[in-house]
């Protein structure tokens, strides 16, 4: 027998990835499959960034980087996040990650122990929960429903805190539900947060630039307060349709720093050249492509969402960030896990059920609007045919 450690048993993953196995396992057989099931933008990186990268090999950037990141983009970044967040962040703060994943990974493995409790949202991006109990901590859920609009409340998480919090992992705009947490409830939580000055933040904002309906995103980054124990997450996968270049940063306190510094050279050593560079690119050149892209996918959901309200039994939402819509599906009489496969089998739509994010996902059914209007409308048509058999 092989001496493995027991953690790994309670190590989850991201069923989001078995559906789309499933997916194309049935497009294989010639089944003609509609995407709703994906997690990542249906564009093509803008082509500036994409050169970016080939002029960066072309001029011989092929060796090992710091393990921070090139300074240059940690300058970019912090350029970045002064223009759209209005805050000053000192580049020797940013640390570049291979996507934005590691730095939920680094921080959960940093405040994460036998012992310890860490909040997290439910539904919400699976890895959160997988990461806290392969530590061996205390997941403690933050449920968001459609109550609070598929956010948070400061009550909520304020009334959560115990001497064993560690860690508090928020998400807005959200993944799955599409929440975008009220500014209100964020200074209200903050203002909570002085009584607590153990507890660290992880603030996972990859999806800070898709908000519709003229809603503003408010960033963590703009408390001061909590500056020395917040760890902010971003990158480029989702705004610059970047996911397989896996590249991202994180903003951390002065304090941990080092520390992520050193689980990253144990890791990975660094982010590759190419994509670096690229990333460069990507904030300093024209933004018109996300603007396009946010632009499409806001049409993307002013259809998909009342079109969801007509099928019998749906009841959607509509809370205004990322791309992602979490209606309501207990009026069908069926389980979120039974209605997933029977549009994926049957109708040859492909969503992912709402246990996939977390037990409180029961009854609900993540579709992802990254995808033309005309797919949008052709899949709602086959559901509502399954529906109605
Ligand atoms: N955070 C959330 C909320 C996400 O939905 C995702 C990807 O789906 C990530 C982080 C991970 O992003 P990346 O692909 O850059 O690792």
């Not at 403690?140 to 598929?150: A, C, H, K, R």
């Amino acid at each position: 027998m092989l001496q493995l450690v027991p953690n790994l048993q309670r190590l989850g993953t991201e069923t989001a990835f078995e559906v789309l196995a499933r997916a194309a396992d049935l497009q294989r057989q010639g089944k003609d499959i509609i995407n709703l099931g994906i997690g990542q933008p249906d564009f093509k990186t803008p082509g500036h960034i994409v050169e970016a990268a080939v002029k960066a090999l072309r001029d011989g950037h092929h060796g090992y980087t710091p393990a921070q990141g090139i300074l240059p983009l940690r300058e970019a970044v912090a350029r970045d996040l002064a223009r759209r967040h209005g805050v000053e962040v000192h580049p020797d703060t940013i640390v570049i990650m291979p996507g934005g994943k590691p730095t939920m990974f680094f921080s959960i493995l940093m405040f994460g122990h036998p012992g310890a409790e860490i909040m997290y949202p439910d539904p919400g991006f699976p890895i959160y929960r997988s990461m806290i109990q392969y530590t061996g901590a205390k997941p403690v859920p933050i449920v968001q429903n459609e109550d609070n609009q598929f956010s948070f409340t400061a009550e909520q998480v304020l009334s959560q805190i115990t001497p064993k919090t560690s860690l508090i992992i928020l998400n807005s705009p959200g993944n799955p539900c599409g929440g975008a947490a009220a500014k209100e409830e964020i200074e209200k939580l903050v203002a909570g947060l002085a009584l607590h000055p153990d507890v660290a933040v992880m603030s996972d904002e990859i999806y800070s630039q898709m908000l519709y309906g003229g809603r503003k995103h408010e960033s963590f980054l703009r408390y001061p307060e909590i500056r020395d124990r917040l760890i902010l997450l971003d990158g480029w996968s989702k705004t610059y349709a970047m996911t397989g270049w896996r590249l991202g940063f994180s903003v951390w306190p002065k304090s941990l720093v080092d520390h992520v510094v050193r689980l990253a050279v144990n890791c990975h050593s660094c982010v590759n050249a190419p994509a670096q560079f690229a990333g460069i690119a990507a904030l300093e050149g024209p933004q018109d492509e996300v603007v396009k892209m946010v632009q499409a996918f806001d049409e993307r959901r002013r259809t998909i969402v009342p079109l969801l309200n007509q099928l019998p039994g749906f009841r959607c939402l509509d809370p205004g960030g990322a791309f992602y819509v979490f209606p309501n599906i207990t009026g069908t009489g069926m389980d979120a896990r039974e209605l997933q496969n029977r549009m994926l089998e049957q109708a040859g739509v492909a969503t992912v059920a709402g246990t996939s994010f977390g037990i409180h996902g029961e009854g609900f059914i993540r579709f992802s609007y990254a995808n033309s209007v005309e797919n949008i409308r052709e899949a709602i048509k086959r559901v509502a045919a399954l529906l109605r058999d």
